[in-house]
């Protein structure tokens, strides 16, 4: 059996001793992964799983969305400084 706590505390070790900056994109990824290697064992759990992969699905489309406004809003930014200036 899976102990998840365990996984989750050396993950954070791992995020903790790793000396690049991890960004929304390798947690968004690390936490896919996790949830590939949990194995469902009911028909509810394996509903779940699937609610949760979906949900994964969905941050990573926002995530990406937001991300295009940010770079357009510091180009604005940008912009706005070198007219002051």
């Not at 903790?16 to 990824?29: A, F, M, N, R």
């Not at 896919?32 to 949760?52: D, F, G, K």
């Amino acid at each position: 059996m899976m102990d998840l706590t365990k996984m989750t505390r050396e993950f954070l070790q791992n995020l903790d001793e790793g000396s690049t900056k991890v960004d929304i994109h390798g947690y968004i990824q690390a936490l896919s992964e996790t949830l590939n290697s949990i194995s469902p064992r009911s028909q509810t759990e394996q509903r779940r799983m699937a609610v949760a992969k979906q949900h994964i699905k969905e941050i990573k489309r926002h995530t990406r969305k937001l991300q295009e406004k940010v770079a357009i809003l510091e180009e604005r930014v940008t912009l706005l400084e070198e007219d002051n200036h």
